[in-house]
């Protein structure tokens, strides 16, 4: 399977995720039944959840693209490539294209960039074209001196150099005493931050290109790729992509930790690693560059910041290095008005506007389950323009209307913070209980801004780590957002009509 | 120990087979203390600081709160959690509560007991935000406490009183957990120690001593988030039926009135002379209670001898 796609034969691409496995399996098994001499390709996800089973269709240079197939759809695709046609009637998209690099014009296939997500719905999970582990192998400064070149920065919460300079961290470890260690880290159980679950059941066989490349870098002896245990479809293909990839003597190793959020976190993936039966976050620093895995110097990435990465490497010159935060973001939308949960990719100078399909929203979180409320998404995605803005950078962006109350939503995020931590650290685990306290006192008319406030900055800035860093976040953005909304609650009344009840 | 992924068809480990350098003392290796393995702290070298303007050299190992120290700097500071007798080195930083905060122009708000002491750091106790977040997080730990000092078996040798007294407070702005319904049920199982989990303010110090200096793998960190709480390795609902020597040493190091000797515990009194572990628990408090003749739980007993009948385990 691997890196052998004539693009002379015609071929179906069937996209099978984990959300649509099911409908998606019965697709595929319909193509394959039905094919002569079209080939079928088993292809993840391609991150439009409401598009989904896609199927693609390529012959002689075009593709098209099919949503929402049925297995019998399937067939008669299928049995038309078989006659050299194109179903290009009822095709959501029609691509002049063998490439897979843009599917689409329009729809949520169309929104953004395609680069990180190029192949994704595309190629085999576990095909690799090009392999920047071998040329980093033959030339390990030149990853180094390009990524520091391009100050390239860390991808989502689980990385261990967030909105940080990668190669800093790389250099850091090269310096710690120790054989160094590569972790992926793919943990997310935020199912509103879908990227690097996606990159995972996609294009394993990049992400673990990435990993052994960053490997030869630092001159790591060992990739350990750590899952969510509930994620068994992305553990099945990183395994079958572990199988073809050529790791050139560097041991990689997949395992899993639960699924709880708190499991993402840099730290406690490495207790999960390590077989604490308890997590808690680790003291910082020194951090995992320096102490990470069993004290071995550890560079923890997401599969977010290797695809990155690699799409860096691949194409140098489409990133803006002198821009503070370069290359795209991963960014999925959900929530009220999206058909389903949709991971896109924008640049980092693009608004977040252009991920969101509708201008329907009363409001919206930006930054995953910490992330900042407003009103208004139009915000560069790059960290120091969403950091800027008071949101978060983690790629996530949920959408409500007019239901929403911004007081509950707050509410139930400090919820989430108090039930959810790890418990080490006062200001996280007691201040949350006080967030949600002093949310709860607005419902019986004493609603103290900046009581909230004051407390929001001691857990944000006196927290261990980054669970307890962002968890007022929500709470202090739907102050500077909502605050009259937030008020009207101490006088008895929501003005979303959501809250009538429980007042 | 790894997790249980039992009943699912392809399930991973969750522990890499990747080597493990570090070099394990064979006795605490299998207890299980819930904590995390934090990175050793302490600076990696001499350093000298600024300090509220002034000059500091501190030495290897140091973080900034030895600098605060130098210069007496740390007496606006609770930092309550941070342990600073005997057994240092086996004991803390937990650096739990945060009321230590300082404020540094490179990092900006650090925890001072745990922060690495850097050549050239400049350090201020005295900013705004710094005194914000001691204040604010010193009344988070008086949230979740018990504040009945008069009925105490810690009143008048309590760090938390001792720090809140020394901070000047007065009303903490959370107010403290007087909830009665709420109050955990006191373990007075134990005829040695009896434990107030809701006085506890989770310094982890119990669980140190007890496992890293005693090197008896009884206590334990246990749940997470508001569910936070002293366990016991064996799963042991009560500390009688945990594998407790009653050696006394956790609640020699525990700060407040969470675990008390059981002769303190309703004593409104102050430390005697020559108090140590060795002559007021083993012996004199033992000595009298005939449920059990010697200061070791039954399932002591049973852990290290089990063939024997309970209660006639030799102490050793
Ligand atoms: S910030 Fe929260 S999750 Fe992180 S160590 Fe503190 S209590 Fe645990
Ligand atoms: S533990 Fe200390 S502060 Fe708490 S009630 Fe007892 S004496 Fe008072
Ligand atoms: S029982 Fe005492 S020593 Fe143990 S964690 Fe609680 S307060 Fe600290
Ligand atoms: S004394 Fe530093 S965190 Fe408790």
Same mark, same amino acid.
């Given at each position: 399977m691997v890196g052998t796609e004539a693009a002379t034969t015609p071929a179906i691409r069937v996209a099978v995720g984990s959300a649509e496995y099911d409908r998606a399996a019965a697709v595929l098994e319909a193509a394959r039944e039905a094919a002569t001499d079209v080939r079928v390709v088993e292809t993840g996800p391609t991150g439009a959840a409401a598009l989904a089973p896609v199927v693609l269709a390529t012959a002689d240079d075009r593709t098209t693209v099919h949503a929402n197939v049925s297995p019998d759809r399937a067939r008669e695709l299928v049995e038309t490539l078989d006659d050299g046609?194109?179903?290009?009637?009822?095709?959501?998209a029609v691509v002049?294209?063998?490439?897979?690099?843009?599917?689409?014009?329009?729809?949520?296939?169309?929104?953004g960039q395609r680069?990180?997500?190029?192949?994704c719905g595309w190629a085999?999970?576990?095909?690799?074209?090009?392999s920047l582990a071998e040329r980093t192998r033959d030339e390990p400064d030149d990853l180094r001196e390009a990524v520091a070149g391009a100050g390239l920065l860390g991808r989502g919460?689980?990385?261990?150099?967030t909105d940080e300079s990668i190669a800093e961290g790389w250099a850091t470890a090269r310096e710690s005493d120790g054989e160094t260690v590569v972790v992926v880290?793919?943990?997310?159980?935020?199912?509103?931050?879908?990227g690097d679950r996606l990159l995972l059941e996609s294009r394993p066989a990049e992400v673990l290109d990435g990993a052994l490349a960053v490997a030869a870098a630092v001159e790591a002896t060992d990739v350990v790729v750590y899952l969510n245990e509930d994620d068994e479809l992305a553990a099945q293909r990183v395994r079958e992509a572990v199988e073809s990839?050529?790791?050139?003597g560097t041991g990689i190793d997949v395992v899993a930790g639960p699924d709880?959020?708190?499991?993402?976190?840099m730290t406690m993936a490495l207790e999960a690693m390590e077989g604490a039966d308890r997590l808690e976050a680790r003291l910082r620093p020194p951090g995992p560059s320096e102490?990470?895995?069993?004290g071995r110097p550890t560079v923890v990435h997401t599969p977010r910041t290797l695809a990155q990465i690699r799409a860096f490497a691949a194409a140098?010159?489409?990133?803006?290095?002198?821009?503070a935060d370069p290359g795209s973001r991963l960014l999925t939308v959900t929530g009220d008005g999206v058909a389903g949960p949709t991971t896109v990719e924008l640049?980092?100078?693009?608004?977040?506007?252009?991920?969101?399909?509708?201008?329907?929203?009363?409001m919206a979180c930006v930054g995953g389950r910490f992330g900042g409320i407003t009103?208004?998404?139009?915000?560069?995605?790059?960290a120091p323009a969403l950091t800027g803005a008071r949101?978060?950078?983690?790629g996530g962006i949920e959408l409500f209307d007019g239901a929403t109350c911004a007081l509950e939503f707050a509410g139930s995020r400090a919820k989430f913070a108090r039930e959810k931590?790890?418990?080490?650290?006062v200001p996280c685990r007691e201040g949350s209980k006080q967030l949600v306290d002093l949310l709860r006192d607005v419902y019986e008319g004493q609603f103290q801004p900046s009581e909230l406030r004051e407390l929001s900055r001691v857990v944000a800035e006196s927290s261990t780590c980054e669970f307890g860093q962002a968890a007022p976040r929500p709470v202090t953005t739907a102050i500077d957002t909502f605050e009259r909304e937030i008020a009207a609650h101490a006088e008895g009344r929501c003005p979303s009509g959501v809250c009538t009840e429980t007042n | 120990m790894s997790t249980d992924h039992t009943g699912r068809s392809e399930s991973l480990p969750?522990?890499?087979?990747?080597?493990?350098p570090r070099p394990h %003392?064979?006795?605490?290796?299998?207890?299980?203390?819930?904590?995390a393995t934090d990175? *050793?702290?302490?600076?990696r070298e001499t350093s000298s600081l600024t300090v509220d303007g002034e000059e500091v050299n501190v030495g290897e190992e140091a973080t900034i709160i030895d600098a605060l120290e130098e210069v007496g700097a740390?007496?606006?500071?609770?930092?309550?959690?941070y342990y600073d007798r005997e057994d240092t080195d086996r004991i803390g930083?937990?650096?739990?509560?945060?009321?230590c905060m300082v404020e540094t122009?490179?990092?900006?708000?650090?925890?001072s007991c745990s922060h690495p002491a850097e050549d050239g750091m400049t350090v201020r106790t005295n900013s705004t935000e710094a005194e914000e977040a001691r204040s604010v997080n010193l009344d988070l730990v008086l949230s979740d406490?018990?504040?009945?000092?008069?009925?105490?078996?810690?009143?008048?040798?309590c760090e938390l009183q001792d720090a809140a007294i020394e901070a000047d407070?007065?009303? %903490?702005?959370?107010?403290?957990?007087?909830n009665r319904d709420e109050y955990e049920p006191? *373990?007075?199982?134990s005829p040695f120690i009896q434990i107030d989990?809701?006085?506890?303010?989770?310094?982890?110090r119990c669980v140190e001593a007890c496992n890293?200096?005693?090197?008896?793998?009884v206590l334990r960190i246990e749940g997470s988030?508001?569910?936070?709480r002293i366990g016991f390795q064996n799963g042991a609902d009560e500390m009688m039926d945990?594998?407790?020597?009653?050696?006394g040493h956790c609640a020699t190091v525990?700060?407040?009135?969470?675990?008390?000797?059981q002769d303190y515990t309703d004593a409104a009194t102050i430390p005697l002379p020559g108090f140590t572990q060795e002559n007021s628990i083993g012996k004199t408090i033992g000595?009298?209670?005939?449920?059990?003749?010697?200061?070791?739980t039954p399932m002591k007993g049973n852990q290290t001898y089990e063939d024997d009948a309970l209660g006639e385990a030799d102490d050793d």
């Open positions: 046609e194109l179903a290009t009637d009822d095709a959501h002049e294209s063998d490439e897979g690099v843009s599917m689409a014009e329009t729809g949520p296939l169309a929104i680069r990180a997500l190029a192949r085999a999970p576990a095909a690799l074209d090009e919460r689980g990385d261990g150099h880290n793919g943990n997310e159980s935020d199912p509103a931050v879908d990839v050529d790791a050139d709880r959020y708190i499991a993402g976190e102490v990470g895995l069993y140098p010159d489409e990133f803006e290095t002198s821009a640049a980092t100078d693009t608004a977040l506007a252009e991920a969101v399909a509708s201008s329907e929203y009363k009103r208004s998404l139009d915000v560069p995605a790059s949101l978060g950078t983690e931590n790890c418990g080490r650290c | 969750s522990v890499p087979s990747i080597d493990d %003392p064979p006795l605490t290796e299998h207890f299980n203390t819930g904590t990175p *050793d702290v302490g600076a740390d007496e606006d500071l609770s930092a309550l959690c930083p937990r650096s739990e509560c945060r009321t122009d490179e990092h900006g708000l650090v925890p406490h018990n504040l009945r000092c008069t009925t105490c078996g810690k009143n008048g040798r407070v007065e009303v %903490p702005r959370y107010g403290v957990f007087d006191i *373990d007075e199982s989990r809701n006085k506890c303010i989770l310094c982890n890293d200096v005693q090197v008896e793998g988030g508001p569910d936070t945990s594998t407790c020597v009653s050696c525990c700060p407040t009135g969470s675990l008390v000797e000595e009298d209670y005939d449920g059990q003749p010697n200061p070791a």
